[in-house]
């Protein structure tokens, strides 16, 4: 009978081996090994070591995490337990290694040396994190004995620790990270999706009416950031009423994003209620520019109080069909005193036509309240001004209050209202034999490291094996995309295309490929030019 040791060392798998639990064996190796490196060290002798031991062990720890959620994948994609609460979460939140820091948060809550969580919460946490650290070591136990085993089956007690574990990892996960942020509410999370449709409903209005082209839209303007949700007040305050926006509801039963602002939001309704047409148009044109100050600002009087001209003022939206019985008297004079009257609005009147209650009651009608908003402003631009201002001022101020929440509801938007990619076709035997068009209307990219010249990429494609992987450019070193020349911004973000290692935005870089040539056996996201250039059907087969 051959040692334990001795029979552990024959059933090594292979480290070409592709299947997941061979890439497990090796992924908890190296844990392993970096662990025992830490534990023989003196960090107080050496700390420069020690910190470049930590980083490893953070790397290494994130690898074997990928691998073990690639397993549960592959092994109880069915069982696996729900991750809807994730939509609680702020997006800053949700990153890539958001499970790393997990498991990091544990082992601090168990050592008892977490800081960040009050010491009730972290008392409530211990249990829960001591069951899951150990039932991490438990699945890697189990896992590092099957692919000494049989590396290419799960059987049922492997699928039984994965799926506890996936559990626990859950349910972890949503208390610790509701200790220490405050988690939206079912409620909360419906009255965004409601902003999110009348965010959409907006760029659709603006687009039929010309404020907004479709190319601002697909091409990620910054600018948009803050027009959409100036916009967006004006719709929901005006053209959906009974939207996100309703202020026949309680502050309480808004939304959190907009409830902040609801006594301003109400004479901001007032005020646009007054407007006709042609000021509508033009204070919306106004809140699309990018200028500090709208274009329609207000004419400076002569003095604060000077008397409204003295023809009427337009008809305001639904008052074009009021009889003219009820019209107010021809002239009338300001009142005096700065645009901030304007926040003693009542709101006590209904929108539309309504028949005047008595001769002495005129006062009461929409079209004399109308006239009273109007004649609390120098003139028209005066009052299109401190709409402007205001409007702008709230639509601002959810950049700066609820960045998260706005960033998710305009990233949704323009997941929606952006143009479609259209699928490419299939190019025919005769034309690929003549060059494959295809990959001539690609967009070109200079200096692209597998089509140096014709010769060079034709070598490339006869090539066989494995090839080493480009060389990423380096984020710092790259402010526009390789394909279009478009700037990187805040939201227009920069990707890199494992293919050639460039950097592209999104438009650019749409495509998902696997490159077996480079060992990447999954899909990963490859730039429209590799894509239509370098790894049409036919190339990647001959590759």
């Known amino acids: 009978m051959l040692p334990a040791a001795l029979r552990r060392w024959l059933r090594r798998p292979k480290r070409s081996d592709p299947r997941l639990l061979s890439q497990f064996f090796f992924a908890d190796e190296r844990v392993t090994q970096v662990v025992a490196e830490i534990n023989g060290l003196d960090a107080e002798l050496d700390p420069q070591q020690y910190l470049v031991l930590l980083n490893q062990l953070h790397l290494s720890q994130a690898h074997l995490l990928a691998i073990l959620e690639r397993i549960m994948e592959e092994c109880i994609p069915t069982q696996r337990h729900s991750r809807d609460y994730l939509v609680k979460f702020p997006e800053e939140l949700l990153v890539d290694n958001l499970g790393n820091h997990m498991l990091f948060a544990a082992e601090c809550l168990l050592a008892g040396t977490f800081l960040e969580v009050e010491e009730a919460d972290g008392a409530q946490l211990r249990p829960q994190a001591r069951n899951l650290l150990c039932s991490l070591e438990l699945v890697r136990t189990v896992l590092r004995e099957q692919s000494l085993s049989q590396p290419g089956t799960y059987p049922e007690p492997v699928r039984a620790v994965l799926v506890q574990f996936d559990r626990l990892f859950a349910e972890f996960e949503l208390s610790y990270v509701s200790s220490l942020v405050a988690v939206k509410s079912p409620e909360e999370i419906y009255r965004q999706q409601e902003i999110i449709v009348l965010f959409c409903e907006t760029v659709e209005r603006a687009l039929r009416l010309g404020y907004l082209t479709q190319e601002m839209i697909d091409g990620y303007e910054p600018l948009l950031m803050f027009t959409i949700p100036r916009l967006a007040i004006i719709s929901g305050l005006l053209i959906y009423p009974e939207g996100p926006l309703s202020l026949e509801q309680s502050p309480e039963q808004m939304s959190r994003v907009f409830s902040p602002f609801y006594n301003l939001l109400k004479k901001i309704r007032d005020l646009l209620r007054v407007l006709s047409a042609e000021e509508l148009c033009l204070l919306e044109r106004s809140l699309c520019t990018a200028e500090s100050?709208?274009?329609?600002?207000?004419?400076?009087?002569?003095?604060?109080?000077?008397?409204?001209?003295?023809?009427?003022?337009?008809?305001?939206?639904?008052?074009?069909?009021?009889?003219?019985?009820?019209?107010?008297?021809?002239?009338?004079?300001?009142?005096?005193?700065?645009?901030?009257?304007?926040?003693?609005?009542?709101?006590?009147?209904?929108?539309?036509?309504?028949?005047?209650?008595?001769?002495?009651?005129?006062?009461?009608?929409?079209?004399?309240?109308?006239?009273?908003?109007?004649?609390?402003?120098?003139?028209?631009?005066?009052?299109?001004?401190?709409?402007?201002?205001?409007?702008?001022?709230?639509?601002?101020?959810?950049?700066?209050?609820?960045?998260?929440?706005?960033?998710?509801?305009?990233?949704?938007?323009?997941?929606?209202?952006?143009?479609?990619?259209?699928?490419?076709?299939?190019?025919?035997?005769?034309?690929?034999?003549?060059?494959?068009?295809?990959?001539?209307?690609?967009?070109?990219?200079?200096?692209?490291?597998?089509?140096?010249?014709?010769?060079?990429?034709?070598?490339?494609?006869?090539?066989?094996?494995?090839?080493?992987?480009?060389?990423?450019?380096?984020?710092?070193?790259?402010?526009?995309?390789?394909?279009?020349?478009s700037p990187f911004t805040l939201l227009r973000r920069r990707h890199h295309c494992r293919s050639c290692g460039k950097i592209f935005c999104a438009r650019c870089s749409p495509h998902t490929a696997a490159l077996p040539h480079y060992g990447q056996t999954k899909p990963v996201r490859v730039c429209t030019h590799c894509y239509t250039t370098h790894l049409s059907p036919r190339r990647a087969q001959s590759q």
């Open 293 to 485: 100050e709208d274009p329609c600002g207000p004419a400076t009087p002569s003095a604060w109080g000077a008397a409204m001209p003295r023809e009427d003022p337009s008809a305001p939206w639904g008052l074009l069909e009021v009889p003219c019985a009820t019209s107010p008297p021809p002239t009338c004079t300001a009142r005096l005193g700065p645009p901030g009257v304007a926040d003693d609005l009542g709101t006590d009147w209904r929108w539309g036509p309504q028949p005047p209650r008595s001769s002495s009651g005129l006062d009461a009608t929409p079209v004399a309240r109308c006239w009273e908003l109007r004649s609390r402003y120098s003139s028209p631009k005066d009052m299109l001004h401190t709409l402007f201002v205001c409007i702008s001022g709230v639509a601002d101020q959810l950049q700066t209050n609820f960045a998260s929440d706005l960033r998710s509801i305009l990233k949704t938007v323009f997941k929606i209202v952006a143009s479609q990619a259209e699928p490419s076709e299939e190019p025919s035997g005769s034309q690929e034999e003549d060059g494959d068009p295809s990959a001539a209307d690609a967009p070109r990219v200079a200096d692209c490291p597998l089509c140096p010249s014709p010769a060079e990429a034709a070598g490339l494609r006869r090539a066989a094996g494995p090839r080493r992987l480009p060389e990423w450019v380096p984020d710092s070193t790259c402010s526009q995309c390789s394909a279009c020349r």
